[in-house]
């Protein structure tokens, strides 16, 4: 512990990391290589996961009034461990962003008409809008191709897609003013989670989704606006995202009551739905039923500080790498290596932690925690730290690809992309998504490369012209 109060050490890794954030969005937003907004997003999704430890700087709040965080076992000194390691993880992480942005050639480079004609861009948008759609609305309401292995996962990540559809709209209606409007693109985005929450009341996937279209934007648009204006607005989404899962996660139980009825009709889940949001009220910091649900399920840092001190007392239980090598080689399809193991999720959690997770509730462990329970603290740092690397490697390749116009490149980059923006995955599972991801992304480019390679498009385009 960093300070003599449990209280006074969330205080201060809370600003550390909200330091660090901004340092990550100034960087990014400012850097000569450029980028489409993924460190951020990666970044923002980490950060929601965690910003819940600040209800333990609500005077009066105690948790351990409220029997289901009672029984889990946690204290406030458990959650200010948990938050110290964590934030330790998110400044190496964004050390990793800053490094990669300085390595290897300097060169400056935007999106320039004389390297995408607009038709191409027009064709790659529409084409990855409806292929997108086609996916996210198959597995969203047929959940169970889900369970079909290795073509299950290539099902799930198809609808990556649709994620990068919207940010190719919102990039052909920033740089050429043509297209979706915007609020036609924020009506579409505002379908995900919507209609995740009508097909499985599941909502990780949506709202990742959902930063990740919003830092895309921030991106593209950013230096137009300033980040003056940057910040004023990721403050009023901050305030509106807690707004919508707070009332959410209060009224989530009941909903789900009616969408996981196997009678239930479409027409009963919108009425279930309407009949959530007729319940959402004011926040306030004096609602203790708020601040419980919220450091329930918006406080990942008490289950890393659990973790800590489960390990500090059976130091002998450490993982020593074994759910991080399984990552390294999740590329294998399961129907190859049909005993591949699976790690992470509620079962793993409750191995380290001492706390018997419920079957029916699914916990995450994201990358702070799995680093810890293998190496440590010295785990978090250099998982954390390659982590940001990789991902910001990936970011400068996808921007460059798309700035120049090679879609054939860019989609895959940016399928993958979407897919490492899970801040509850476990590596097995996050890096199995990502290589699935970029095999969607490789096939759908090969069997439609006369639009989406633009020298086979340059050349039909020459071709027909001499027609």
């Not at 462990?365 to 785990?379: K, L, M, R």
């Amino acid at each position: 512990m960093l300070f003599e109060t449990a209280e006074s050490t969330i205080l201060f890794w809370l600003i550390v990391g909200a330091a660090t954030m901004f340092g990550v969005l100034v960087h990014t937003i400012r850097s000569p290589k450029g980028t489409l907004g993924f460190p951020m997003a990666m970044m923002f999704a980490l950060a929601i996961m965690h910003v819940a430890a600040g209800v333990h700087l609500v005077p009066g709040f105690f948790h351990q009034y409220d029997p289901f965080l009672n029984s889990i076992g946690y204290t406030r000194d458990s959650v200010a461990k948990g938050l110290q390691v964590s934030t330790i993880g998110f400044v190496m992480m964004a050390a990793g962003i800053w490094l990669m942005s300085y390595m290897g050639a300097s060169y400056r480079i935007d999106f320039d008409r004389s390297r995408i004609p607009a038709t191409f861009l027009r064709l790659s948008q529409q084409i990855m809008l409806w292929i997108g759609l086609t996916f996210f609305f198959g597995i969203t309401f047929f959940p169970a191709v889900a369970e079909i292995p290795t073509i299950g996962a290539v099902i799930v990540s198809g609808k990556n897609l649709l994620v990068v559809a919207l940010c190719l709209a919102v990039l052909r209606r920033t740089w050429l003013n043509e297209g979706l409007r915007m609020w036609q693109i924020a009506a579409i985005t505002i379908a995900i989670p919507i209609a995740n929450l009508l097909g499985n009341a599941i909502l990780a996937d949506a709202v990742a989704a959902v930063i990740i279209i919003g830092c895309f934007w921030l991106t593209i648009a950013g230096r137009r606006f300033g980040i003056g204006r940057i910040m004023v607005a990721i403050v009023l989404a901050g305030y509106v995202f807690l707004y919508l899962s707070t009332n959410y996660l209060l009224v989530r139980g009941q909903f789900r009551e009616v969408v996981w009825e196997p009678s239930s009709t479409l027409s009963e889940r919108v009425d279930g739905l309407v009949n959530a949001i007729g319940q959402f009220g004011p926040l306030s910091s004096s609602d203790e039923k708020q601040l419980y649900v919220l450091d329930s399920r918006l406080d990942q840092s008490l289950f890393t500080g659990m973790a800590v001190e489960k390990l500090d007392a059976q130091p002998d239980t450490y993982e020593n790498g074994a759910t991080l090598l399984a990552g390294f080689f999740a590329f294998v399809p399961r129907a190859i290596w049909t005993t591949k193991p699976v790690r992470g999720g509620s079962a793993f959690l409750s191995q380290h932690t001492g706390y018997q997770a419920s079957g029916e509730t699914t916990y995450g462990i994201g990358p702070f925690f799995e680093g810890y329970v293998n190496f440590g603290i010295f785990g978090v740092i250099f998982y954390s730290f390659l982590l940001g690397l990789f991902v910001r490697y990936l970011d400068m390749r996808a921007f460059r690809a798309l700035a120049e116009g090679r879609m054939a490149e860019a989609i895959p980059l940016t399928s993958g992309l979407v897919a490492l923006i899970q801040p509850l995955a476990n590596a097995s599972s996050l890096f199995s998504t990502f290589y699935a991801s970029l095999v969607v992304g490789f096939i759908i480019v090969k069997f439609m490369e006369r639009y989406l390679d633009i020298r086979v498009f340059a050349e039909e385009q020459r071709r027909l012209r001499k027609a």
